[in-house]
């Protein structure tokens, strides 16, 4: 099985940020041959005038095409392109993007609905406090931070050691692709959203609603490295830079 193989239905096209469409111009440049391995990219300046947009959104872009595994930067000469495409199974430290996909879905899951059932009061304030932060922190690495922490919260939350032992176990494989997802995909306002609906079903202690509530987390987080390894969901006018 592969991500492309999921069952996760392809999202109705939306509009994108100015920084995901000049990424995804890039990346799809960069497929077609029109800047090959070894080529340099124009520079921050040319591609800001090319795409209309300001420096720093062609920066972040850039920054993404390298997290992508497509190019590297080299301090005073530019960015060059290493690939033509990005990997099929992108790798998160020692877990590739199919190993967590299947295994949260198997722990995850059903882990939500037992901490529904168990959690105490003390493991409840815990998972608020967390999500609050979320919702305010603006700094990335915090945000990937507390997002980690959230998830092993929960597993603690289900009294059973053993799925906490399982999270804890790829946690910084959870935060490197939190990182990723949200470099690439824009996923953390919505991953707050997320997170607080999850948080919401395990305060009701409903095991229904808690289990459904990450199931659509995880469908999300799915269907989101799908989108960035697999390009091609929207057209050149759906995906137009707009400053």
Not at 10 to 37: K, M
Request: avoid cysteine.
């Amino acid at each position: 099985m592969n991500l492309s193989d999921s069952r996760v239905a392809v999202p109705v096209p939306r509009r994108v940020s100015a920084r995901e469409a000049v990424l995804t111009h890039l990346r799809d440049a960069i497929g077609r041959g029109d800047y090959a391995v070894g080529d340099r990219l124009p520079s921050e300046a040319s591609l800001s005038r090319e795409y209309q947009v300001s420096r720093s959104v062609v920066r972040e872009a850039l920054r993404g095409l390298q997290a992508l595994g497509l190019t590297v930067s080299r301090t005073g000469r530019g960015t060059f392109v290493t690939a033509d495409g990005p990997p099929e199974n992108p790798t998160f430290g020692q877990y590739s993007a199919q190993d967590l996909v299947e295994v949260r879905r198997h722990v995850e899951v059903p882990v939500a609905g037992f901490a529904a059932r168990r959690r105490g009061e003390d493991e409840l304030a815990l998972l608020t406090a967390l999500v609050e932060r979320m919702d305010t922190e603006t700094r990335e690495p915090a945000w990937v931070a507390l997002d980690s922490q959230f998830h092993v919260a929960i597993a603690r939350a289900s009294g059973n050691p053993v799925f906490a032992k399982v999270i804890e176990e790829i946690r910084d494989a959870l935060a490197r692709q939190s990182a990723f997802l949200n470099r690439l995909g824009d996923r953390r306002a919505e991953s707050n959203v997320e997170h607080r609906r999850i948080l919401d079903a395990i305060a009701d202690g409903s095991e229904t609603a808690a289990v459904a509530a990450m199931t659509t987390h995880l469908d999300h987080v799915e269907q989101t490295l799908i989108t960035i390894v697999w390009s091609g969901r929207t057209s050149d006018a759906e995906t137009r830079p707009t400053a």
